[in-house]
């Protein structure tokens, strides 16, 4: 069964991750190309996912072969499409909540 196209099981996403940047990141310049990154998709919180090297080789397998599935360019196009509607609806649903919140409070 389908868990997500990070990890293949609930379990592989729930393990433990890092928080802080590693060191590399400084050394290797990547911390101004993730940091840009991090901050226009702040709601997302992805820093433990860009923080954590991989070392389970199921896990880097699986990601491997997404992206290979990914190489299609119509499924690729259909997981974008449905990506940016599910975020859409997420924004909706914010600003709806939102609208009745502030209806109770007054």
Not at 9 to 34: G, S, V, Y
Not at 59 to 70: G, K, T, W
Request: aromatic share 10%; hydrophobic share 35%.
């Amino acid at each position: 069964m389908f868990y997500s196209i990070l990890f293949k099981t609930k379990e592989q996403h729930e393990q433990k991750r890092c928080t802080d940047e590693p060191d590399c990141f400084k050394d290797l310049n990547l911390n101004q190309i993730f940091n840009q990154v991090l901050k226009n998709k702040k709601e997302f919180k992805l820093e433990s996912l860009f923080y954590t090297s991989l070392q389970d080789v199921e896990i880097i397998s699986y990601r491997q072969e997404i992206m290979h599935d990914l190489e299609n360019d119509e499924l690729r196009r259909i997981i974008s499409n449905f990506s940016k509607n599910i975020y859409n609806i997420d924004k909706n649903m914010i600003k709806i909540t939102e609208a009745l919140t502030s209806k109770k409070k007054l």
